[in-house]
């Protein structure tokens, strides 16, 4: 992919009468940070047949919420209870800005 991408400027800056340069890539080439954005984000959920068919007793219920860190910025959701009715879990999306080249999502 990457010679491809090489050629391809190749071709541009050909064009324009520039020459590539093997020194790396050049200022208006540098990775700038950017946005991302966490979208449809859902957990299935599997029910034992004990808990989900059978257990007509106590309907037990468990509050869940999704933290999302990248670098410093923390993120979370609100936070849903859960019981054995439910498939699965959705949760909303969220922005993160000035996400460099290299982020990790935790």
């Known amino acids: 992919m990457g010679k491809l991408q090489q050629r391809k400027e190749a071709q541009v800056l050909g064009k324009t009468g520039q020459q590539l340069s093997d020194s790396g ?3 208006e080439h540098s ?3 950017g946005w991302v954005c966490i979208s449809d984000l859902r957990i ?3 029910w034992k047949d004990t808990e989900y068919l059978k257990n007509k ?3 037990h219920r468990w509050a869940v919420f999704l ?3 990248l670098w410093e ?3 979370e959701t609100e936070m849903i209870l859960v019981d054995r009715t439910l498939t699965d879990i959705s949760f909303q ?3 993160f800005a ?3 080249p290299d982020f990790e999502l935790r």
Do not use: R
């Open 44 to 46: 299935p959920l599997t």
């Open 98 to 100: 000035e996400a460099g």
């Open 73 to 75: 910025h923390i993120q």
């Open 93 to 95: 999306s969220m922005l």
């Open 31 to 33: 990775p700038c940070p």
């Open 67 to 69: 933290l999302l860190q």
């Open 57 to 59: 007793g106590d309907l």
């Open 25 to 27: 890539p050049p200022a």
